[in-house]
């Protein structure tokens, strides 16, 4: 099929699937169907410019491009048009890549289903109104509905691997500092992680191979060295003929829906029979990973949006209250959601002098053990952390569910209190804590023939930190054993 | 930089004004001048002051303590935080960078080279540099910050625990003779804020030029006791930072802004409170952003003076914060305790921790400039030069008058000149001669005509009595005045060489003179020897200034026989 006929073929299902309500902004068909043909010709005469040449890919909209609006789902950056583009899309773009469009989100990347958005909630579109997951939730349903090839995302506490959970998509979260984050408008900056969803683990592997690599522009983004550091830590794992797979028992939360548990259950019975082996291990502190993240990300969310004050772009308050002397207030209280308002109160408080020892502090502890344990658990040692070793005993990767339950009715939505909501991030949190690579891997219910209702699932691969490129590795053989019936 | 060009536009058409507003006062002013009139202005304050407040003599009942924040523009070519160019005098909105304007998605990148002037300050204030240290969020709204918050370094400074000796010139007062030590807690590196430009009648517009500046903040201890010493202390931290390279331009070009913090408590009691580590103090306030020198003395004068009254009435001091406008007699209550901002500092999760190896601060001691107090005392040891005149050498022109001198003393060395039996005389040619000169005819000194040979040469004349004293100093106007003949050529075509004249000739001119005026000479015989110097003046015209002035008045003295 030619670059043309595929890139028509997401036209149709972006009509088919409007109702989902994936894209706060589409590019330009015209434009998208002459980059297509340009790309062909490129690709018929061998100048090929990279494998994802003449791809549609879709970027979530807090992420910076030219030509395009960024406005993170929020009132305060209606219609804002960034000066610069974001390291990761310049690198698409050179890649042959075409931007196809801005997907939806939770406003600032704050919610698990995509529904705190001032462009309207996302939907799965087909017809049973059932949350994508979030933040990432419009990047997943453009990708489940094939309305692009693949689409970025930003993960800071599972916005990735919740969404693609939900639709049935790859969703992977790199390392953190893998993938630059300049031009990523930042929630929680030492958490926020760029990553990529597809409809395979080899599409992830082709698009992370063109968007990884250090920049100057990212104070975060691993340098060349350590790179090479990791990758040589990598090679050093321990020999051994097969897979030593770990499942952590904290991670089996009476919250899971049964379902799930069977799956995974009887996932970790097909990796045993394809000849690997599967070890209980504990990671203590995971009972705690989901508080610490509610007190680290929204107090570094209630700082990095203090810059929202409607005086240098985006929106200023309509009708400004001036008598108190205050210029910002009225805009901010109008422009930012409610989720948004209750992560900046509840981070404003948390760094507040009274309460930091109590809550940052113990929360940057709780993560430092967070890390800890699974150092403890892993075969090779975190080269960023020099109290690491290896560990000739420790396992290769971590196999859980990505979410305890199915994506719910956004209907029912209503009736959840938040912190029931932040309860949908249970397993995901932790592997956000310590910037590991993680890849949550789709399968259903009727592929394990179960007698239950059909639906998605998805299944986390967890690596240690560095280890991205093994991760994507054994997500592609895991994917062949959780497809087949 | 191209890409913020869509953003920068939007801004400085929200914040368009007159580049007039911002173009910076260029002094002139000689220092000794300006010191001399900041004396004069302080002696008519304190009049003022004790005027209004007759408790002023409870002073020796009540001890003041005060410590300071200094904050100073390094000296960089680039902004904290982004490459772009730092500038104090360019187009409004011109010079700024994707993260100093703070638009989503930027991250901060720490200049390297911004560092060396921090360090040179550390270093020169005597301080522990620490090899790791970070930045830190400091949360506040107001429209001259971008961010909503400052990026400082609460937490781990980069540098701690230094000191600064203040000695009697340095103009202590003299209750602190013959020195004072003020620790320093810390120095920091931090961002400076945009620059507000009030357009009357109710606009306020901003120049986001200076965001983003690096500054560096210097936290004394509460070390010291009286407002005259801190006015002092933040001149010594003033010529340190600048005789280092460390910032480019002093408080009176808004290069330097200074807080005080102070309490006053009965002598020989204890006070409550206790501020970094220092015991027993009184309840404090602070003043914020004091812009002069006399600003810094004044404000504390006045804060003490409330404080000693409301306590002395039976009051109790709140620990509020407090401004101070020039020429004002008392401090004004900013914002008090209930209105104090909470700043929740964060740890700036984009910035690692800054580390800094030994090696590096090493390298950067070794080639620290002299620090004035030394060159002051090399001047002293090696030249023989005034104290007073060495201050002023070493404080003058941003060292560029040091540099001339010593430039002058090279050349008179070439000519076989001694430079310890010199010293005097060539600073003095070089402070006051010169110095008057410029100042008579408004010429700042980086546009002195005056070549250091030049000097050298008329003082190397002199030196050698080729020239008298009258006669050197025609020379350096002619000098001055843009001639481009040689000092050789200048001699000769001006008649100035001096010859030895025979002691025949000076009583040949000196008895005619007394002839000449009986009654004068009279009156010198009955005692009236003031009048001597009419008849040596009067041989000097005669001789066309070359006569020597003191052989003539001993002649007088011999004629007259007195």
Known sequence: MSLLAAVEASLKHGTLYKASNAFVQWTDAGYIRAAASVADKRC??????????????????????????????????????SPYESTVVKKLRAAGAIICGKTNLDEFGMGSHSTNSASGAVNQGTGGELSVGGSSGG????????????????????????????T??????????????????????????????????????????????HDTWDPTSLTEETRTKLTSAAKARPRRPNLRIGVPVEYNVAEINPTIRTIWQQALERVISAGHEVVSISLPSTRLALSTYYVLAPAEASSNLAKYDGVKYGNAASKPKLEANVLFATGRGQNLGDEVKRRILLGSFTLSASAFDNYFLQAQKVRRSVQQDFNAVFGIPNVLQESSAANPEGVDLLLTPTAPSFPPKLASLA??????????????VPASLAGLPVISIPTRTDTFGLDTPPGSVGLQLIGQYGNDDFVLDTAGQLETLLWNR | MRHTTAVVNRIARIVYSSPACIRRHQSTLPFRKQLKDEAKLRKAQRGLINDKNPENDSGEDWELTVGLEIHAQLNSERKL????????TNELNSHTGLFDLSIPGSQPLLQKTVLLPALRAAIALNCEIQLESRFDRKHYFYHDQPAGYQITQYYAPLAKNGHV?????????????????????????????????????????????????????????????????????????????????????????????????LSVQQRNTVGECSYSGVLGLGQRTEIKNLSSFKAVEDAIIAERNRQIQTLEQGGKIEGETRGWTLGSTETKKLRGKEGEVDYRYLPDPDIPPLLLSGELIEHLKHTLPALPDQQTSYLISSFDITMKDAKTLVSLDRGLRLDYLAEVFDILAKLGHDSYKLGRTASNWTLHELGGLLSTHSVPFEANPVSARALAEIISNLQNEQINGSGAKTL???????????????????????????????????SQLLEQYPKMAQEIRN?????????????MRASQGKMDAKTATDTLIELLGI
């Open chain 1, 139 to 166: 990047s997943a349903i453009a990708v489940a509905s094939q309305q692009c090839w693949a689409s970025i995302g930003t993960d800071t506490g599972g916005s990735i691997r919740l969404p693609a959970a939900y």
């Open chain 1, 168 to 213: 049935g998509t790859v969703g992977f979260k790199p390392s953190y500092g893998m993938i630059s984050r300049h031009g990523v408008i930042a929630y929680a900056n030492s958490l926020d992680t760029v990553g990529i969803l597809s409809r395979s683990v080899k599409d992830v592997q082709q698009v992370f191979a063109i968007t990884r690599g």
């Open chain 2, 81 to 88: 935080f982004s490459s772009a160019l730092t500038s104090i």
């Open chain 1, 415 to 428: 009736h959840y209190t938040p912190l029931k909501s932040y309860g949908d991030d249970v397993l995901t």
């Open chain 2, 476 to 510: 350096l106007s002619l000098v001055f005045a843009g001639t481009e003949r040689n000092i050789d050529q200048l001699i000769v075509e001006h008649n100035l060489k001096s010859r030895n004249f025979e002691a025949d000739e000076y009583r040949t001119i000196a």
């Open chain 1, 44 to 81: 018929s005469t061998g100048h090929q410019l990279s494998p994802i040449d003449g791809r549609l890919i879709a970027i979530k909209d807090n992420i910076c491009t030219t030509g395009l609006p960024t406005t993170c789902a929020s009132n305060s950056l209606k219609g804002f048009q």
């Open chain 2, 165 to 261: 000796v203040l000695t009697q010139e340095d103009g202590i007062a003299p209750e602190d003779y013959p020195e004072v030590r003020v620790g320093i807690k810390q120095v920091q590196l931090e961002q400076d804020t945009a620059k507000t430009i009030q357009q009357p009648p109710d606009d306020v517009l901003l120049d986001f030029n200076r965001v983003g500046h690096p500054l560096i903040e210097i936290i004394t201890l509460p070390h010291i006791h009286s407002p005259q010493t801190a006015s002092a202390c933040v001149r010594k931290l003033q010529d340190i930072l600048e005789s280092v390279n460390a910032v480019a331009t002093g408080m009176e070009l808004g290069g330097l802004r200074a807080d005080a913090n």
């Open chain 2, 527 to 539: 005692g009236k020897t003031g009048k001597l110097q009419w008849f040596v003046g009067q041989i």
